[in-house]
Antibody, heavy 118, light 108 residues
Framework: EVQLVESGGGLVKPGGSLRLSCAAS????????MNWVRQAPGKGLEWVSS????????YYADSVKGRFTISRDNAKNSLYLQMNSLRAEDTAVYYCARAVDAICFDYWGQGTLVTVSS | EIVLTQSPGTLSLSPGERATLSCRAS???????LAWYQQKPGQAPRLLIYGASSRATGIPDRFSGSGSGTDFTLTISRLEPEDFAVYYC?????????FGQGTKLEIK
């Protein structure tokens, strides 16, 4: 069974940093591109970042470019999101999602809440 | 960036009725790169349709997708109580993904 479990969310002050993790199991993690997608409270879905299976290709939404860094450790079946210079508008539930053929997201984690507030 | 606009914002229907949800793109989208998701309160999204018209694993056949170019449709043939949720379309292009703003399907 495919499982994606996020962790690392919490309350952080504006300008602060946070590192999210996603532990994957039930599939060959090293064969899939992985993504972070977020959802602000009561709002829609926003894609944040993508990383290819071997980390060769990395992409970011303009809203986080230069502040967030996506990475992965295939040996540990883990995906990460380093978030720096956090802003109030980064407050959201952050989902880890597996991409199928890099086109859409077939499995999602349960999400981890990040709250940026003073 | 391709913008996806979903309509209506809210759709009020009764169980057993047919639901038609629209997703319009600001420029042409390859059908291969258009997907639909269902999200219930407090849950992660669930993939329903990919490639504009292919059902994901385990999705009932009352869900169907169609369309091409800039106009795509998700149809639920006969609504079941568990179908009332928020639905999002999503496209992939130029190494980025965008979602529509969502359609809330509520019980009338």
């Amino acid at each position: 069974e495919v499982q994606l479990v996020e962790s690392g969310g919490g309350l952080v002050k504006p300008g602060g940093s946070l590192r999210l993790s996603c532990a994957a199991s039930g599939f060959t993690f090293s064969s899939y591109s992985m993504n972070w997608v977020r959802q602000a409270p009561g709002k829609g879905l926003e894609w944040v970042s993508s990383i290819s299976s071997s980390s060769s290709y990395i992409y970011y939404a303009d809203s986080v470019k230069g502040r967030f860094t996506i990475s992965r450790d295939n040996a540990k079946n883990s995906l990460y999101l380093q978030m720096n210079s956090l802003r109030a508008e980064d407050t959201a539930v952050y989902y880890c999602a597996r991409a199928v053929d890099a086109i859409c997201f077939d499995y999602w984690g349960q999400g981890t809440l990040v709250t940026v507030s003073s | 960036e391709i913008v996806l606009t979903q309509s209506p914002g809210t759709l009020s229907l009764s169980p057993g009725e047919r639901a038609t949800l629209s997703c319009r793109a600001s420029q042409s989208v390859s059908s291969s790169y258009l997907a639909w998701y269902q999200q219930k309160p407090g849950q992660a999204p669930r993939l329903l349709i990919y490639g504009a018209s292919s059902r994901a694993t385990g999705i009932p056949d009352r869900f169907s997708g169609s369309g091409s170019g800039t106009d795509f449709t998700l149809t639920i043939s006969r609504l079941e109580p568990e179908d009332f949720a928020v639905y999002y379309c999503q496209q992939y292009g130029s190494s980025a993904y965008t979602f529509g703003q969502g359609t809330k399907l509520e019980i009338k």
